[in-house]
C-alpha cells in the first residue's frame, strides 16, 4: 500500500544521493552506516534540540515495506545517536517516534525515525515545529559526531 502520489519526488532519496559519505559536515550528517544514514533535520520542536532522523539509504515507504533486518541497523543507530546524545548534550532521556500513512501524521513517504534528547518541562509534544538555524544545525550534529561511540 502506497500514498505516495505518482511521480513522487522523495526528499530523503534526493538528500541521501547528496550526503552520502562521512565528510558530509556541511549538511549536518551525524552517522553514516551501511544501510542507513542519521541527520540533525531542518527543524526541531521548540526547546527540544539536536534531533536526529535516522533514514534508510534504500527508499522504503513505510514500516509496513520494511525488511526485518534493516530494522537491526536502524535500532543499532538509534543506541548509538541516543548514547552521542547523552553525551554530547546532558540530557535527561531520549524519545523515539516514527509515522505511517497519512492518519498516522506522515508527511514524507519515505520512512524515517526520529530521536530526541529529552529534558525535564520540554513540553516536546506541545511545542511548535521550528526551522533551525542553520550554523546552529550544524554545530549540533558535529557535538554529536563527536560523542558518537565508535562501533
Known sequence: MTHAPPGYDCPFCRAIGRLGTPASVDDAVVLVAARVIALVPLHHWGKTKGNCLII???HV????ALDPG???????????LAMAMKGAFGCAGISTRQHNEPAG???????????FPRFPDDDLYGAPK???????RRALAARLRLALPIE
Open 130 to 136: 521550528l526551522p533551525y538555524d542553520q550554523m546552529e
Open 61 to 64: 515507504e513505510n514500516l509496513y
Open 105 to 115: 501524521n506522515q508527511d514524507v513517504w519515505h520512512f524515517h525515525l526520529h530521536v
Open 56 to 58: 534508510p539509504k534504500q
Open 70 to 80: 534493516l530494522g537491526v541497523d536502524l535500532i543499532r543507530a538509534t543506541q548509538r
